[in-house]
Protein backbone atom coordinates (compact mmCIF):
# COMPACT_ATOMS: atom_id res chain seq x y z
CA UNK A 1 0.00 0.00 0.00
CA UNK A 2 1.35 3.57 -0.67
CA UNK A 3 -0.05 5.86 1.82
CA UNK A 4 1.88 9.18 0.03
CA UNK A 5 -1.45 8.58 -2.83
CA UNK A 6 -3.74 8.12 -0.31
CA UNK A 7 -3.09 11.56 1.67
CA UNK A 8 -1.70 13.62 -1.17
CA UNK A 9 -3.73 16.66 -2.29
CA UNK A 10 -4.63 15.72 -6.18
CA UNK A 11 -2.92 18.09 -8.30
CA UNK A 12 -5.29 21.25 -8.02
CA UNK A 13 -4.87 20.96 -12.22
CA UNK A 14 -7.06 17.90 -12.62
CA UNK A 15 -10.13 19.80 -10.36
CA UNK A 16 -9.54 22.61 -12.51
CA UNK A 17 -9.29 21.08 -15.64
CA UNK A 18 -12.75 19.04 -15.05
CA UNK A 19 -14.35 21.78 -13.75
CA UNK A 20 -13.39 24.13 -16.90
CA UNK A 21 -15.18 21.44 -19.30
CA UNK A 22 -18.82 21.76 -18.61
CA UNK A 23 -20.07 24.19 -20.99
CA UNK A 24 -20.68 27.72 -19.11
CA UNK A 25 -24.31 28.22 -19.80
CA UNK A 26 -25.17 27.62 -16.38
CA UNK A 27 -22.45 29.49 -14.99
CA UNK A 28 -23.64 30.22 -11.65
CA UNK A 29 -26.02 26.99 -10.73
CA UNK A 30 -23.39 24.54 -12.19
CA UNK A 31 -23.99 20.84 -11.80
CA UNK A 32 -27.01 22.13 -9.26
CA UNK A 33 -29.76 19.60 -9.73
CA UNK A 34 -27.46 16.47 -10.64
CA UNK A 35 -25.87 17.39 -7.42
CA UNK A 36 -28.79 17.85 -4.96
CA UNK A 37 -30.07 14.53 -6.48
CA UNK A 38 -26.33 13.17 -5.20
CA UNK A 39 -26.32 14.61 -2.16
CA UNK A 40 -30.02 14.01 -0.93
CA UNK A 41 -29.65 10.53 0.60
CA UNK A 42 -26.85 11.36 2.92
CA UNK A 43 -28.31 15.22 3.62
CA UNK A 44 -31.00 13.83 4.75
CA UNK A 45 -29.02 10.96 7.14
CA UNK A 46 -27.04 14.09 8.05
CA UNK A 47 -29.92 16.34 9.28
CA UNK A 48 -32.00 13.40 10.32
CA UNK A 49 -29.19 11.70 12.80
CA UNK A 50 -26.86 14.45 13.13
CA UNK A 51 -27.65 17.54 12.64
CA UNK A 52 -31.26 17.56 14.64
CA UNK A 53 -30.40 15.39 17.49
CA UNK A 54 -27.51 17.61 18.20
CA UNK A 55 -29.59 20.48 18.45
CA UNK A 56 -32.90 18.65 20.11
CA UNK A 57 -29.92 17.06 22.69
CA UNK A 58 -28.90 20.21 23.35
CA UNK A 59 -32.61 20.56 24.22
CA UNK A 60 -33.17 17.77 26.28
CA UNK A 61 -30.47 18.69 28.21
CA UNK A 62 -32.49 21.81 29.58
CA UNK A 63 -35.60 19.78 30.21
CA UNK A 64 -36.85 17.56 32.51
CA UNK A 65 -37.70 14.45 30.54
CA UNK A 66 -38.34 10.13 30.87
CA UNK A 67 -39.50 9.81 27.64
CA UNK A 68 -43.03 8.74 28.56
CA UNK A 69 -44.46 12.42 29.22
CA UNK A 70 -43.52 15.33 26.93
CA UNK A 71 -40.51 17.56 28.48
CA UNK A 72 -40.71 20.17 30.72
CA UNK A 73 -38.58 23.08 30.23
CA UNK A 74 -36.22 23.60 33.56
CA UNK A 75 -33.82 25.69 32.18
CA UNK A 76 -30.20 25.52 33.31
CA UNK A 77 -31.32 22.97 36.63
CA UNK A 78 -29.48 19.93 35.20
CA UNK A 79 -26.40 21.81 34.96
CA UNK A 80 -26.25 23.23 38.50
CA UNK A 81 -27.29 19.56 39.93
CA UNK A 82 -24.08 18.63 37.63
CA UNK A 83 -22.00 20.73 40.04
CA UNK A 84 -23.30 18.59 43.03
CA UNK A 85 -23.67 15.49 41.79
CA UNK A 86 -20.48 13.24 43.78
CA UNK A 87 -21.75 10.29 40.92
CA UNK A 88 -20.69 12.71 38.22
CA UNK A 89 -17.36 13.45 39.86
CA UNK A 90 -16.65 10.02 40.42
CA UNK A 91 -17.38 9.06 37.02
CA UNK A 92 -15.12 12.06 35.94
CA UNK A 93 -12.32 10.50 38.05
CA UNK A 94 -12.65 7.21 36.98
CA UNK A 95 -12.63 8.02 33.52
CA UNK A 96 -9.64 10.34 33.48
CA UNK A 97 -7.96 7.39 35.27
CA UNK A 98 -8.64 4.85 32.54
CA UNK A 99 -7.74 7.19 29.67
CA UNK A 100 -4.62 7.90 31.47
CA UNK A 101 -3.53 4.14 31.88
CA UNK A 102 -5.51 3.07 28.37
CA UNK A 103 -3.30 5.88 26.55
CA UNK A 104 -0.32 5.67 28.28
CA UNK A 105 0.21 1.81 27.76
CA UNK A 106 -1.49 1.41 24.44
CA UNK A 107 1.09 4.37 23.04
CA UNK A 108 3.96 3.14 24.50
CA UNK A 109 3.86 0.01 23.55
CA UNK A 110 2.28 0.31 19.90
CA UNK A 111 5.44 3.00 19.21
CA UNK A 112 7.28 0.22 20.47
CA UNK A 113 5.28 -2.61 18.39
CA UNK A 114 5.18 -0.47 15.15
CA UNK A 115 9.44 0.01 15.03
CA UNK A 116 9.49 -3.41 15.51
CA UNK A 117 7.72 -4.12 12.80
CA UNK A 118 8.95 -1.57 10.89
CA UNK A 119 12.88 -2.63 11.64
CA UNK A 120 12.33 -6.65 11.38
CA UNK A 121 9.94 -7.77 8.95
CA UNK A 122 7.01 -7.28 6.69
CA UNK A 123 5.19 -10.52 6.96
CA UNK A 124 1.80 -9.71 6.71
CA UNK A 125 1.32 -12.78 8.88
CA UNK A 126 2.92 -10.90 11.59
CA UNK A 127 0.90 -8.16 11.20
CA UNK A 128 -2.30 -10.24 10.80
CA UNK A 129 -1.94 -11.74 14.20
CA UNK A 130 -1.34 -8.66 15.70
CA UNK A 131 -4.44 -6.76 14.28
CA UNK A 132 -6.88 -9.94 14.81
CA UNK A 133 -7.90 -9.14 18.37
CA UNK A 134 -9.28 -5.89 17.04
CA UNK A 135 -11.39 -7.84 14.74
CA UNK A 136 -13.62 -9.18 17.35
CA UNK A 137 -16.04 -7.19 19.21
CA UNK A 138 -15.35 -5.65 22.59
CA UNK A 139 -17.99 -7.79 24.47
CA UNK A 140 -16.36 -11.05 23.21
CA UNK A 141 -12.76 -9.18 24.05
CA UNK A 142 -14.02 -8.78 27.65
CA UNK A 143 -15.20 -11.97 28.25
CA UNK A 144 -12.62 -13.71 27.66
CA UNK A 145 -10.93 -11.82 29.95
CA UNK A 146 -13.11 -12.08 32.52
CA UNK A 147 -12.49 -15.46 32.04
CA UNK A 148 -8.63 -15.68 32.18
CA UNK A 149 -8.70 -13.39 35.13
CA UNK A 150 -11.21 -15.18 37.18
CA UNK A 151 -10.24 -15.33 40.60
CA UNK A 152 -11.09 -18.96 41.40
CA UNK A 153 -10.84 -20.29 37.82
CA UNK A 154 -8.95 -17.69 35.99
CA UNK A 155 -5.65 -18.96 34.42
CA UNK A 156 -3.85 -15.67 35.55
CA UNK A 157 -4.47 -16.41 38.91
CA UNK A 158 -2.99 -19.85 38.62
CA UNK A 159 0.10 -18.07 36.79
CA UNK A 160 0.45 -15.90 40.30
CA UNK A 161 -0.24 -19.23 42.40
CA UNK A 162 2.64 -20.78 40.31
CA UNK A 163 5.06 -17.47 40.86
CA UNK A 164 4.28 -17.87 44.34
CA UNK A 165 2.10 -14.48 44.14
CA UNK A 166 -1.04 -13.58 46.16
CA UNK A 167 -4.42 -14.24 44.35
CA UNK A 168 -5.64 -10.89 42.71
CA UNK A 169 -9.29 -9.99 42.18
CA UNK A 170 -9.15 -8.11 39.25
CA UNK A 171 -12.41 -7.37 38.46
CA UNK A 172 -13.41 -7.22 41.99
CA UNK A 173 -10.87 -4.71 43.71
CA UNK A 174 -12.17 -1.40 43.43
CA UNK A 175 -8.26 -0.22 43.18
CA UNK A 176 -7.52 -2.88 40.42
CA UNK A 177 -10.65 -3.04 37.92
CA UNK A 178 -10.06 0.33 36.24
CA UNK A 179 -6.49 0.20 35.57
CA UNK A 180 -7.54 -3.86 34.27
CA UNK A 181 -10.13 -3.05 32.41
CA UNK A 182 -7.47 0.11 30.56
CA UNK A 183 -5.12 -2.99 30.22
CA UNK A 184 -7.63 -5.31 28.52
CA UNK A 185 -8.61 -2.83 26.12
CA UNK A 186 -5.05 -1.82 25.70
CA UNK A 187 -4.73 -5.36 24.44
CA UNK A 188 -7.78 -5.22 22.04
CA UNK A 189 -6.23 -1.66 20.54
CA UNK A 190 -2.71 -2.44 20.34
CA UNK A 191 -2.35 -3.65 16.76
CA UNK A 192 -4.69 -1.56 15.35
CA UNK A 193 -2.59 1.58 16.74
CA UNK A 194 0.63 -0.03 15.96
CA UNK A 195 -0.31 -0.54 12.15
CA UNK A 196 -1.81 2.98 11.91
CA UNK A 197 1.93 4.28 13.62
CA UNK A 198 3.78 1.51 10.71
CA UNK A 199 1.80 3.08 7.99
CA UNK A 200 3.29 6.65 9.38
CA UNK A 201 6.39 4.86 9.83
CA UNK A 202 6.72 3.78 6.05
CA UNK A 203 5.97 7.23 4.97
CA UNK A 204 9.38 8.59 6.03
CA UNK A 205 12.09 8.10 3.44
CA UNK A 206 14.67 5.69 3.43
CA UNK A 207 17.31 8.41 2.81
CA UNK A 208 17.00 10.03 5.94
CA UNK A 209 17.94 7.22 7.95
CA UNK A 210 20.83 6.46 5.60
CA UNK A 211 22.16 9.94 6.30
CA UNK A 212 21.87 9.22 10.23
CA UNK A 213 23.77 5.74 10.02
CA UNK A 214 26.23 7.69 7.82
CA UNK A 215 26.65 10.00 10.65
CA UNK A 216 27.12 7.16 12.87
CA UNK A 217 23.94 7.43 14.90
CA UNK A 218 22.76 4.41 17.13
CA UNK A 219 19.65 3.27 16.90
CA UNK A 220 17.89 5.08 20.11
CA UNK A 221 19.83 8.33 18.45
CA UNK A 222 18.18 7.48 15.33
CA UNK A 223 14.66 7.25 17.01
CA UNK A 224 14.38 10.27 19.41
CA UNK A 225 16.04 12.54 16.98
CA UNK A 226 14.87 11.06 13.24
CA UNK A 227 11.55 8.69 13.72
CA UNK A 228 9.76 10.53 16.72
CA UNK A 229 10.14 14.12 15.09
CA UNK A 230 9.33 13.26 11.15
CA UNK A 231 6.03 10.82 13.46
CA UNK A 232 4.67 13.88 14.72
CA UNK A 233 1.81 14.14 12.45
CA UNK A 234 0.91 10.99 12.40
CA UNK A 235 1.16 10.41 16.21
CA UNK A 236 -0.76 13.81 16.80
CA UNK A 237 -3.76 12.37 14.68
CA UNK A 238 -3.95 8.74 16.20
CA UNK A 239 -3.47 10.09 19.77
CA UNK A 240 -6.51 12.27 19.45
CA UNK A 241 -8.39 9.18 18.08
CA UNK A 242 -7.81 7.30 20.37
CA UNK A 243 -7.81 9.81 23.47
CA UNK A 244 -11.64 10.25 22.15
CA UNK A 245 -12.38 6.74 21.48
CA UNK A 246 -10.70 5.78 24.92
CA UNK A 247 -13.40 8.29 27.01
CA UNK A 248 -16.12 6.55 25.60
CA UNK A 249 -15.09 3.15 26.94
CA UNK A 250 -18.69 1.52 27.52
CA UNK A 251 -18.84 -2.15 26.16
CA UNK A 252 -16.21 -3.74 28.60
CA UNK A 253 -17.68 -1.85 31.55
CA UNK A 254 -21.27 -2.85 30.96
CA UNK A 255 -20.99 -6.67 30.72
CA UNK A 256 -18.35 -7.20 33.43
CA UNK A 257 -18.45 -4.91 36.70
CA UNK A 258 -21.47 -3.15 35.60
CA UNK A 259 -19.66 0.00 37.58
CA UNK A 260 -18.76 -1.66 40.41
CA UNK A 261 -17.44 -2.74 42.92
CA UNK A 262 -18.85 0.65 44.45
CA UNK A 263 -19.06 2.83 41.51
CA UNK A 264 -15.18 1.89 41.16
CA UNK A 265 -15.96 1.53 37.16
CA UNK A 266 -19.09 3.96 37.03
CA UNK A 267 -17.29 5.98 33.53
CA UNK A 268 -19.46 8.39 32.44
CA UNK A 269 -20.73 6.46 29.45
CA UNK A 270 -21.76 3.80 31.85
CA UNK A 271 -23.42 6.87 34.19
CA UNK A 272 -25.21 8.52 31.05
CA UNK A 273 -26.62 4.87 29.59
CA UNK A 274 -27.56 4.27 33.78
CA UNK A 275 -29.34 7.90 34.02
CA UNK A 276 -31.23 7.30 30.55
CA UNK A 277 -31.99 3.99 30.57
CA UNK A 278 -32.33 2.63 33.96
CA UNK A 279 -33.51 6.44 36.18
CA UNK A 280 -35.60 7.18 32.62
CA UNK A 281 -33.63 10.96 33.61
CA UNK A 282 -33.27 11.74 30.36
CA UNK A 283 -32.69 15.35 30.32
CA UNK A 284 -30.11 14.85 33.38
CA UNK A 285 -28.13 12.41 30.83
CA UNK A 286 -28.47 14.88 27.99
CA UNK A 287 -27.08 17.18 30.23
CA UNK A 288 -23.83 15.17 31.06
CA UNK A 289 -23.14 14.02 27.38
CA UNK A 290 -23.27 17.67 26.47
CA UNK A 291 -20.33 18.40 29.40
CA UNK A 292 -18.57 15.10 27.88
CA UNK A 293 -18.64 16.75 24.69
CA UNK A 294 -17.29 19.85 25.26
CA UNK A 295 -14.28 17.82 27.44
CA UNK A 296 -13.58 15.92 24.25
CA UNK A 297 -14.16 19.22 22.29
CA UNK A 298 -11.08 20.78 24.55
CA UNK A 299 -8.95 17.76 24.59
CA UNK A 300 -9.23 17.42 20.49
CA UNK A 301 -8.63 21.02 20.24
CA UNK A 302 -4.99 21.09 22.90
CA UNK A 303 -4.10 17.80 21.87
CA UNK A 304 -3.56 19.57 18.28
CA UNK A 305 -2.59 22.80 19.49
CA UNK A 306 0.08 21.21 21.49
CA UNK A 307 1.29 18.64 18.81
CA UNK A 308 1.41 21.30 16.39
CA UNK A 309 -0.49 18.63 13.87
CA UNK A 310 -0.48 20.51 10.74
CA UNK A 311 3.17 20.98 10.24
CA UNK A 312 5.13 18.10 9.38
CA UNK A 313 9.29 18.43 9.96
CA UNK A 314 9.71 16.51 6.68
CA UNK A 315 8.88 20.02 5.11
CA UNK A 316 11.95 21.32 6.24
CA UNK A 317 14.19 19.03 6.78
CA UNK B 1 12.26 -2.08 2.71
CA UNK B 2 15.18 -0.17 4.05
CA UNK B 3 18.08 -2.02 5.47
CA UNK B 4 18.43 -1.33 9.21
CA UNK B 5 21.82 0.90 9.22
CA UNK B 6 22.80 -0.81 12.76
CA UNK B 7 21.72 -3.52 14.94
CA UNK B 8 18.57 -2.41 17.10
CA UNK B 9 20.79 -1.84 20.13
CA UNK B 10 22.69 0.34 18.40
CA UNK B 11 26.30 -1.30 19.14
CA UNK B 12 29.34 -0.94 16.83
CA UNK B 13 29.33 -2.48 13.96
CA UNK B 14 31.67 -5.42 13.29
CA UNK B 15 32.05 -7.94 10.97
CA UNK B 16 29.67 -10.69 11.19
CA UNK B 17 29.10 -9.71 15.07
CA UNK B 18 25.63 -11.59 16.74
CA UNK B 19 22.89 -9.39 15.95
CA UNK B 20 21.74 -9.31 19.16
CA UNK B 21 19.24 -6.28 18.62
CA UNK B 22 17.59 -8.39 15.93
CA UNK B 23 17.71 -11.16 18.41
CA UNK B 24 15.76 -8.87 21.54
CA UNK B 25 13.89 -7.69 19.13
CA UNK B 26 12.13 -11.21 17.34
CA UNK B 27 11.81 -12.32 20.96
CA UNK B 28 9.79 -9.11 22.06
CA UNK B 29 7.66 -9.48 18.78
CA UNK B 30 7.20 -13.16 19.47
CA UNK B 31 5.99 -11.99 22.99
CA UNK B 32 3.65 -9.82 21.82
CA UNK B 33 2.38 -12.27 19.58
CA UNK B 34 2.06 -15.36 21.45
CA UNK B 35 0.00 -12.77 24.30
CA UNK B 36 -2.00 -11.54 21.29
CA UNK B 37 -2.81 -15.10 20.36
CA UNK B 38 -3.22 -17.15 23.70
CA UNK B 39 -6.47 -15.55 24.77
CA UNK B 40 -7.94 -17.18 21.30
CA UNK B 41 -6.57 -20.17 22.34
CA UNK B 42 -7.83 -20.14 25.43
CA UNK B 43 -11.25 -19.27 24.47
CA UNK B 44 -11.21 -22.42 22.22
CA UNK B 45 -9.80 -24.99 24.91
CA UNK B 46 -12.53 -23.68 27.62
CA UNK B 47 -15.46 -24.09 24.94
CA UNK B 48 -14.46 -27.83 24.92
CA UNK B 49 -14.06 -28.06 28.10
CA UNK B 50 -16.72 -29.32 31.31
CA UNK B 51 -17.45 -26.28 33.14
CA UNK B 52 -17.85 -28.80 36.63
CA UNK B 53 -14.88 -30.13 35.70
CA UNK B 54 -12.86 -27.03 35.08
CA UNK B 55 -11.68 -26.54 38.89
CA UNK B 56 -9.83 -29.47 38.70
CA UNK B 57 -7.95 -28.64 35.47
CA UNK B 58 -7.70 -25.34 35.37
CA UNK B 59 -4.12 -25.22 34.40
CA UNK B 60 -4.36 -27.80 31.99
CA UNK B 61 -3.20 -26.85 28.04
CA UNK B 62 -5.74 -28.89 26.22
CA UNK B 63 -9.87 -29.05 27.33
CA UNK B 64 -10.97 -30.53 30.60
CA UNK B 65 -13.17 -33.48 30.30
CA UNK B 66 -13.30 -32.91 26.65
CA UNK B 67 -16.91 -32.36 25.41
CA UNK B 68 -19.51 -30.22 22.86
CA UNK B 69 -21.69 -29.81 25.66
CA UNK B 70 -21.22 -26.24 25.89
CA UNK B 71 -21.69 -25.70 22.22
CA UNK B 72 -25.22 -28.07 22.62
CA UNK B 73 -26.11 -26.27 25.50
CA UNK B 74 -25.69 -22.53 24.10
CA UNK B 75 -27.56 -23.90 21.08
CA UNK B 76 -30.07 -24.97 22.75
CA UNK B 77 -29.88 -28.62 22.16
CA UNK B 78 -29.03 -29.79 24.98
CA UNK B 79 -31.58 -31.10 27.88
CA UNK B 80 -31.75 -29.32 31.50
CA UNK B 81 -30.52 -32.48 32.91
CA UNK B 82 -27.61 -32.82 30.52
CA UNK B 83 -26.68 -29.09 31.41
CA UNK B 84 -26.96 -29.15 34.92
CA UNK B 85 -24.60 -32.02 34.62
CA UNK B 86 -21.57 -29.81 33.20
CA UNK B 87 -22.19 -27.16 35.42
CA UNK B 88 -23.80 -25.39 32.78
CA UNK B 89 -26.66 -22.58 32.55
CA UNK B 90 -29.90 -23.14 31.52
CA UNK B 91 -29.31 -19.99 28.96
CA UNK B 92 -29.49 -20.33 25.03
CA UNK B 93 -27.84 -18.10 22.30
CA UNK B 94 -30.37 -18.49 19.72
CA UNK B 95 -27.38 -18.45 17.46
CA UNK B 96 -29.05 -18.92 14.02
CA UNK B 97 -31.04 -16.33 14.82
CA UNK B 98 -28.74 -13.87 16.23
CA UNK B 99 -26.33 -14.50 13.76
CA UNK B 100 -28.91 -13.67 11.00
CA UNK B 101 -29.65 -10.75 12.34
CA UNK B 102 -26.09 -9.73 12.79
CA UNK B 103 -25.62 -10.39 9.07
CA UNK B 104 -28.70 -8.20 8.20
CA UNK B 105 -27.71 -5.40 10.39
CA UNK B 106 -24.21 -4.96 9.13
CA UNK B 107 -25.29 -6.18 5.49
CA UNK B 108 -27.86 -3.41 5.23
CA UNK B 109 -25.42 -1.29 7.25
CA UNK B 110 -22.58 -1.24 5.03
CA UNK B 111 -24.32 -1.60 1.39
CA UNK B 112 -26.62 1.46 2.40
CA UNK B 113 -23.85 3.80 4.25
CA UNK B 114 -21.04 3.00 1.25
CA UNK B 115 -23.27 3.89 -1.42
CA UNK B 116 -25.05 6.77 -0.62
CA UNK B 117 -21.83 7.98 0.97
CA UNK B 118 -20.15 7.30 -2.37
CA UNK B 119 -23.05 9.36 -4.01
CA UNK B 120 -22.67 12.58 -1.67
CA UNK B 121 -18.98 12.38 -1.60
CA UNK B 122 -19.14 11.99 -5.31
CA UNK B 123 -20.81 15.59 -5.38
CA UNK B 124 -18.34 17.12 -3.46
CA UNK B 125 -15.45 16.12 -5.05
CA UNK B 126 -16.43 16.30 -9.04
CA UNK B 127 -19.50 18.41 -9.37
CA UNK B 128 -19.70 22.15 -9.45
CA UNK B 129 -22.43 23.87 -7.50
CA UNK B 130 -23.39 27.08 -5.11
CA UNK B 131 -22.62 26.38 -1.84
CA UNK B 132 -20.48 23.09 -1.42
CA UNK B 133 -18.14 23.50 0.32
CA UNK B 134 -20.08 25.14 2.69
CA UNK B 135 -22.36 22.02 3.09
CA UNK B 136 -19.55 19.93 2.98
CA UNK B 137 -17.83 21.62 6.14
CA UNK B 138 -21.35 21.13 7.82
CA UNK B 139 -20.61 17.30 7.12
CA UNK B 140 -17.18 17.36 8.69
CA UNK B 141 -18.35 19.26 11.96
CA UNK B 142 -20.07 15.97 12.51
CA UNK B 143 -17.43 14.10 13.17
CA UNK B 144 -16.51 16.03 15.87
CA UNK B 145 -19.42 14.99 17.77
CA UNK B 146 -19.31 12.57 20.16
CA UNK B 147 -21.81 9.59 19.33
CA UNK B 148 -23.36 9.85 22.92
CA UNK B 149 -24.51 12.65 22.04
CA UNK B 150 -26.72 12.01 19.05
CA UNK B 151 -27.91 8.72 20.40
CA UNK B 152 -29.53 9.74 23.64
CA UNK B 153 -32.25 12.04 21.12
CA UNK B 154 -31.51 9.52 17.88
CA UNK B 155 -33.35 6.50 20.58
CA UNK B 156 -35.91 8.97 21.67
CA UNK B 157 -36.72 9.63 17.45
CA UNK B 158 -36.60 5.84 16.85
CA UNK B 159 -38.98 5.25 19.81
CA UNK B 160 -41.55 8.57 18.39
CA UNK B 161 -41.09 7.20 14.73
CA UNK B 162 -41.87 3.59 16.36
CA UNK B 163 -38.92 1.45 15.72
CA UNK B 164 -37.89 0.21 18.67
CA UNK B 165 -37.21 -3.65 18.12
CA UNK B 166 -37.01 -3.33 14.31
CA UNK B 167 -34.33 -3.63 11.34
CA UNK B 168 -34.85 -0.23 10.70
CA UNK B 169 -34.67 1.23 14.01
CA UNK B 170 -31.21 -0.39 14.07
CA UNK B 171 -29.93 0.67 10.85
CA UNK B 172 -31.51 3.71 10.42
CA UNK B 173 -29.15 6.14 11.77
CA UNK B 174 -25.95 4.63 9.82
CA UNK B 175 -27.60 4.05 6.57
CA UNK B 176 -27.71 7.17 4.90
CA UNK B 177 -24.19 8.47 5.72
CA UNK B 178 -21.53 9.01 8.21
CA UNK B 179 -19.05 12.22 8.13
CA UNK B 180 -16.28 9.75 7.93
CA UNK B 181 -17.27 7.59 5.10
CA UNK B 182 -18.25 11.11 2.95
CA UNK B 183 -15.13 12.67 3.97
CA UNK B 184 -12.89 9.13 3.04
CA UNK B 185 -14.02 8.81 -0.20
CA UNK B 186 -14.03 12.16 -1.00
CA UNK B 187 -10.50 11.88 -0.65
CA UNK B 188 -10.08 9.20 -3.43
CA UNK B 189 -13.09 10.81 -5.71
CA UNK B 190 -10.37 14.12 -5.71
CA UNK B 191 -7.96 12.32 -7.46
CA UNK B 192 -9.66 10.40 -10.25
CA UNK B 193 -8.22 11.07 -13.52
CA UNK B 194 -10.21 13.87 -14.78
CA UNK B 195 -9.13 12.79 -18.29
CA UNK B 196 -11.52 9.59 -18.07
CA UNK B 197 -14.33 11.87 -17.23
CA UNK B 198 -13.79 14.45 -20.25
CA UNK B 199 -13.65 11.39 -22.34
CA UNK B 200 -17.15 10.04 -21.43
CA UNK B 201 -18.62 13.05 -21.43
CA UNK B 202 -17.50 14.03 -25.17
CA UNK B 203 -18.98 10.33 -25.63
CA UNK B 204 -22.09 11.67 -24.24
CA UNK B 205 -22.59 10.29 -21.01
CA UNK B 206 -24.32 12.30 -18.02
CA UNK B 207 -23.42 12.34 -14.32
CA UNK B 208 -25.14 9.12 -13.05
CA UNK B 209 -23.73 7.21 -16.14
CA UNK B 210 -20.24 8.61 -15.10
CA UNK B 211 -20.73 8.28 -11.54
CA UNK B 212 -21.65 4.32 -11.99
CA UNK B 213 -19.32 3.74 -15.12
CA UNK B 214 -16.37 5.75 -14.33
CA UNK B 215 -15.91 6.86 -10.42
CA UNK B 216 -17.18 3.99 -8.67
CA UNK B 217 -15.19 1.18 -10.51
CA UNK B 218 -11.58 3.21 -10.43
CA UNK B 219 -12.29 3.14 -6.89
CA UNK B 220 -13.21 -0.38 -5.88
CA UNK B 221 -9.80 -0.30 -3.99
CA UNK B 222 -10.45 2.61 -1.19
CA UNK B 223 -14.66 1.31 -1.68
CA UNK B 224 -13.98 -1.77 -0.27
CA UNK B 225 -11.59 -0.75 2.36
CA UNK B 226 -14.61 1.02 3.03
CA UNK B 227 -16.83 -1.26 3.19
CA UNK B 228 -15.17 -3.79 5.23
CA UNK B 229 -14.41 -1.75 8.03
CA UNK B 230 -17.72 -0.48 8.03
CA UNK B 231 -18.59 -3.96 8.09
CA UNK B 232 -16.62 -4.68 10.98
CA UNK B 233 -17.64 -2.00 12.94
CA UNK B 234 -21.39 -2.62 12.33
CA UNK B 235 -20.78 -6.47 13.12
CA UNK B 236 -19.54 -5.45 16.54
CA UNK B 237 -21.51 -2.51 17.46
CA UNK B 238 -23.00 -3.18 20.61
CA UNK B 239 -24.73 0.27 22.53
CA UNK B 240 -26.96 1.32 19.89
CA UNK B 241 -28.49 -2.21 19.21
CA UNK B 242 -28.70 -2.63 22.90
CA UNK B 243 -30.21 0.29 23.09
CA UNK B 244 -33.09 -0.45 20.63
CA UNK B 245 -32.77 -3.80 19.44
CA UNK B 246 -33.45 -5.95 23.03
CA UNK B 247 -35.97 -8.06 21.29
CA UNK B 248 -35.07 -11.27 20.35
CA UNK B 249 -36.43 -11.25 16.49
CA UNK B 250 -33.83 -8.29 15.85
CA UNK B 251 -31.29 -9.12 18.62
CA UNK B 252 -27.64 -9.13 17.27
CA UNK B 253 -25.16 -11.55 18.64
CA UNK B 254 -22.73 -8.77 20.85
CA UNK B 255 -26.29 -8.06 22.38
CA UNK B 256 -27.23 -11.91 22.85
CA UNK B 257 -23.65 -12.15 24.35
CA UNK B 258 -24.19 -9.62 26.79
CA UNK B 259 -27.38 -11.27 27.66
CA UNK B 260 -26.01 -14.32 27.98
CA UNK B 261 -23.30 -13.47 30.23
CA UNK B 262 -25.83 -12.13 32.63
CA UNK B 263 -28.06 -15.29 32.89
CA UNK B 264 -25.03 -17.39 33.99
CA UNK B 265 -24.67 -17.36 37.84
CA UNK B 266 -22.38 -14.75 39.31
CA UNK B 267 -21.74 -17.75 41.98
CA UNK B 268 -20.11 -20.00 39.32
CA UNK B 269 -20.41 -18.56 36.21
CA UNK B 270 -21.11 -21.60 32.84
CA UNK B 271 -17.42 -20.81 31.66
CA UNK B 272 -17.41 -23.34 28.87
CA UNK B 273 -20.68 -21.89 28.06
CA UNK B 274 -20.13 -18.42 28.65
CA UNK B 275 -16.81 -19.55 25.94
CA UNK B 276 -18.52 -21.68 23.11
CA UNK B 277 -21.02 -18.24 23.11
CA UNK B 278 -18.36 -16.03 22.81
CA UNK B 279 -16.36 -17.92 20.37
CA UNK B 280 -19.36 -18.36 18.61
CA UNK B 281 -19.75 -14.61 18.35
CA UNK B 282 -16.09 -14.08 17.40
CA UNK B 283 -15.64 -16.73 14.33
CA UNK B 284 -17.86 -14.68 11.53
CA UNK B 285 -15.16 -11.93 11.95
CA UNK B 286 -12.05 -14.24 11.60
CA UNK B 287 -13.32 -16.51 8.93
CA UNK B 288 -13.75 -12.93 6.84
CA UNK B 289 -10.40 -11.93 8.15
CA UNK B 290 -8.83 -15.32 6.85
CA UNK B 291 -10.22 -14.69 3.71
CA UNK B 292 -9.62 -10.76 3.11
CA UNK B 293 -6.61 -10.66 5.78
CA UNK B 294 -4.59 -8.84 3.23
CA UNK B 295 -7.30 -6.13 2.42
CA UNK B 296 -8.08 -5.56 5.77
CA UNK B 297 -4.75 -4.94 7.08
CA UNK B 298 -3.55 -2.78 4.28
CA UNK B 299 -6.63 -0.91 4.86
CA UNK B 300 -5.70 0.06 8.62
CA UNK B 301 -2.80 1.98 7.27
CA UNK B 302 -5.48 4.16 4.74
CA UNK B 303 -7.72 4.95 7.32
CA UNK B 304 -5.17 6.45 9.31
CA UNK B 305 -3.26 8.39 7.82
CA UNK B 306 -5.97 10.94 6.40
Known amino acids: MTSETVHAAPPPTIEAASRGTPPPRRRRLGDLPVAVLFVLPAAIGFVTFYLWPALRGLYLSLTKYNVLTPPRFIGTENYERLLGDHLFWNALKVTAEYVVINIGTQTVASVLLAVLLHRLTRSLLVRGVVLLPFLVANVVVALVWFWMLDYQLGVVNYAFDWLGLERVAFFGDSDLAIPTIALVNTWRHLGYTALLIYAGLQMIPPSVYEAAALDGASEWRIFWRVTMPLLRPVMAMVMVLTVIGSFQVFDTVAVTTAGGPINATRVIYFYIYDLAFNRFNFGYAAALSSVLFVILAGVAYLQLRLSRAGESDLKGA | ?306
Do not use: C
Open chain 2, 1 to 306: MMAAPTALAGRPRQARAIPWGRIAGWTVLVLVMAATLFPFYWMLRTSFSNTRSLAAGATDLLPVDFTFGAYRRVLGLSTTAEAVAEGGSSGTVNFWLFLRNSIVVATTVTVGQVFFSAMAAYAFARLRWPGRDVVFMLFLTALMVPPIFTTLPNFVLIKELGLLNTYLGIVLPHLLMTPFAVFFLRQFFLGVNAGLEEAARIDGAGHVRIFFRIILPVSKGPITTLAILTYITSWNDYFWPLLVGKDESVRVLTVALGIFRSQTPQGSPDWAGLMAATLFAALPMIILFAVLGRRIIDSIGYTGVK
